[in-house]
């Protein structure tokens, strides 16, 4: 055994999170681990002090919400003063003001808040904002929301080319943007650079599976969220079950996204999407994603 793997054994063991006997070839891809800050659940450390908990955790970098509470100040001092990069921001109200909306008015309020998302993002130094581009429910149809989200995510692109900022539309269960194919031709047809897919490898498992996706989305695959999905969970326990798994402990083939990713010639951020915690929860999260997307 290498003196890295004894180490990230050792690491699994002693936070209690060991992968009871799965094992996962090594992957090809140079890939670099970040989480949510919201995910950081250590109430009494300031920010600056959650920053430099994920670097002495090893973690490369960190996403942000946005808009948000916070002062954007501390969250650039933080940045500078730990070295560790925010890579990029989430759309906070992607959900309930969304641009598939047939209110123009709640469209509208979805649209200001991607602005203040590019706007923060830029300030952060980040390099895309993930969106979730449109919802389908009983009142919106799916060519609406088809039709109504690239209409205005179109108003926003040259303010995203201005600032230097791409906006990655994520697979969410919002019903809408069901197959990789669709999903290649919805960023195709704006026709820019500015747009790209974050691709969500967890998410897909319940109705697919992420090789295929990532081989479809190839270059459009702008980052990688994180998370696991268990099938036989999800049958007995119901559909949101099946992510209540830790990472390698579900239905997510690593080593054949990894050969997908390698493939693609991916290179770039993965971050986790999970339950947040503390420090020790933290540690050993890092250890997995280390164990099913190491670095070379």
Known sequence: MKRRDFLLTSALGATGLAFAGHSFARSRIPVQKAV??????EPELSIVEKFQLLKDLGFDGVEMDSPNDLDNDEVIAARDATGLPIHGVVDSVHW????????AAVREAGLNGLKTAIQDAHAYGASTVLLVPAVVNKQVSYADAYTRSQSEIRKVLPMAVEHGIKIAFENVWNKFLLSPLECARYIDEFESDS???YFDV???VAYGWPEHWIRTLNHRILKLDIKEYSRSKADTEGPYAGFRVPLGEGDCDWPVV??????I????WATAEVSGGDRTYL???AARM???LPAD
């Open 290 to 292: 280390d164990h099913i």
């Open 202 to 204: 967890g998410n897909v």
């Open 195 to 197: 747009v790209g897919w």
């Open 258 to 263: 990894n050969e997908a990713l390698a493939e």
């Open 36 to 41: 949510k800050f919201g995910m950081i659940q």
């Open 265 to 268: 010639g991916y290179q770039g």
């Open 96 to 103: 309930r003001q969304t641009l598939s909306d047939p209110d």
């Open 283 to 285: 540690e050993g999260l």
